[in-house]
């Protein structure tokens, strides 16, 4: 595998998130469905062409917010494992931005908590998207 | 007097030009005081106020949140991962 590990299940990656070592991570015989969600970096913000995208995070913040996605689906649904990795630093076109993964016995448990878990994400977890475009740079606000 | 870490992100960051403050505060201070002093320093920092949530050691607070000594707050913008 190259880049980042998967070693816990909740990480802020530096570096090239590999989807399929999370997809594994998470696999368990005891689940029925595997629920994965990937958010990738799109080429067009608001009718302009995006050359590339950077993170920050609040890392130890961020860290805690994201455990606490974890511990409050697992009160909401019958979750076997749980998977967040967000990625930090500059992101080009078509990289991953985000994996979140859930697997469970039944399907409706791991849809509606991987759901619930990037809803959330999007939310509270303290990271921020800046934009850059071949005449500037934005800092992305989807207050409204 | 109490000392508390101030911890600046993305926009906020860039309005205020810097990543970190420290504070010399009164014992008992609030969250406010905090947020007072920012939008003394800088006024473009005012116009954010309502968009901003506060965090004391990771966790989210109310402005009348009472701060202790070496607390890390930290001003957070509209977030905007994922």
């Not at chain 1, 998977?83 to 076109?93: A, E, Y």
């Not at chain 1, 039944?106 to 849809?111: P, V």
């Not at chain 2, 101030?6 to 201070?29: C, G, P, T, W, Y």
């Amino acid at each position: 595998m190259r880049g980042f590990q998967v070693q816990s299940m909740i990480e802020i990656a530096g570096t090239e998130i590999d989807a399929l070592a999370i997809l594994k991570y998470v696999g368990d015989d005891a689940a029925g469905a595997i629920d994965i969600f990937i958010g990738t970096t799109r080429n067009i913000s608001n009718e302009k062409k995006v050359l590339h995208l950077e993170f920050e995070a609040y890392v130890p913040m961020a860290r805690k917010k994201m455990q606490e996605i974890e511990k409050e689906i697992r009160t909401k649904w019958n979750i076997i494992k749980f998977c967040i990795v967000h990625r930090t630093g500059k992101v080009r076109i078509g990289d991953i931005n985000v994996v979140i993964a859930v697997s469970s016995a039944h399907r409706r448990d791991a849809f509606e908590a991987c759901r619930y878990a990037i809803d959330t994400l999007k939310k509270n977890v303290p990271i921020w998207k800046k934009e850059f475009f071949e005449d500037g740079e934005i800092w992305v606000d989807e207050r409204n | 007097m109490m000392t508390v870490h101030v911890k600046l992100f993305a926009m906020i960051r860039d309005v205020m030009e810097n990543n970190e403050m420290q504070f010399l505060l009164e014992e008992n201070s609030s969250v406010e005081k905090i947020l007072e002093l920012l939008s003394e320093k800088n006024i473009r920092f005012e116009e954010w106020r309502p968009h901003l949530r506060i965090a004391v050691n990771c966790e989210y607070v109310s402005s009348d949140f009472l701060l202790s000594n070496n607390d890390e707050v930290a001003i957070i913008p509209p977030v905007s991962g994922g």
